[in-house]
T-cell receptor
Framework: AQKITQTQPGMFVQEKEAVTLDCTYDTSDPSYGLFWYKQPSSGEMIFLIYQGSYDQQNATEGRYSLNFQKARKSANLVISASQLGDSAMYFC??????????????FGTGTRLQVTL | DTEVTQTPKHLVMGMTNKKSLKCEQHMGHRAMYWYKQKAKKPPELMFVYSYEKLSINESVPSRFSPECPNSSLLNLHLHALQPEDSALYLCASNRGIDTGELFFGEGSRLTVL
């Protein structure tokens, strides 16, 4: 069975600083995908970044990068140059092996990030 | 703006009512999902439709009845709900098997009285 662990219920970061949100996972599947989603107070889950288990390089998307350490089973999200609009709940998620086009995502408990002036 | 549209955004219903939540996407995705999210908790998968057929049912009570009339639409029919069913219901769709990235709607916030 898969398991996603986010140990930081809440984080504070000053505007323009970088912040790292932790995520560890456990799976027996050799093939898996790791995702980060942002959920603002509006409720929508916004996809941020993806890392495949066989990807050699860490994923990057603008100010977001994923620090993937496969041996340690960690997939931490790094947000550079934080902005006030980054204040939200952040979820790490893992995808089970695909069945056709259906992906089953399992989410961690989330980290609430607050960006301060 | 999200490309997955959910209606209504808010719904209040009694335990004897019958209501439906609707979800629509026009991205050509062939898999659609219903998630339930309680306050301060992560989303929990309820149902997955793949090519308009029910692919996954996470042992959801029968008072929740999903329907996929076509590849763009997904409904969740609600009947005889309990107050503990009050939650944010999120619809999502899948672009394909390359990344498995899900696109989510803004959700329908349901309150059962």
């Amino acid at each position: 069975a898969q398991k996603i662990t986010q140990t930081q219920p809440g984080m504070f970061v000053q505007e323009k600083e970088a912040v790292t949100l932790d995520c560890t996972y456990d799976t027996s599947d050799p093939s898996y995908g790791l995702f980060w989603y942002k959920q603002p107070s509006s409720g929508e889950m916004i996809f941020l970044i993806y890392q495949g288990s066989y990807d050699q390089q860490n994923a990057t998307e603008g100010r977001y990068s994923l620090n993937f350490q496969k041996a340690r089973k960690s997939a931490n999200l790094v947000i550079s140059a934080s902005q006030l609009g980054d204040s939200a709940m952040y979820f790490c998620a893992m995808r089970e092996v695909n069945t056709g086009t259906a992906s089953k995502l399992t989410f961690g408990t989330g980290t609430r990030l607050q960006v301060t002036l | 703006d999200t490309e997955v549209t959910q209606t209504p955004k808010h719904l209040v219903m009694g335990m004897t009512n019958k209501k439906s939540l609707k979800c629509e996407q026009h991205m050509g995705h062939r898999a659609m999902y219903w998630y339930k999210q309680k306050a301060k908790k992560p989303p929990e998968l309820m149902f997955v439709y793949s090519y308009e057929k029910l692919s996954i049912n996470e042992s959801v009570p029968s008072r929740f009845s999903p329907e996929c009339p076509n590849s763009s639409l997904l409904n969740l029919h609600l009947h005889a709900l309990q107050p503990e069913d009050s939650a944010l219901y999120l619809c999502a769709s899948n672009r394909g098997i390359d990344t498995g990235e899900l696109f989510f709607g803004e959700g329908s916030r349901l309150t059962v009285l």
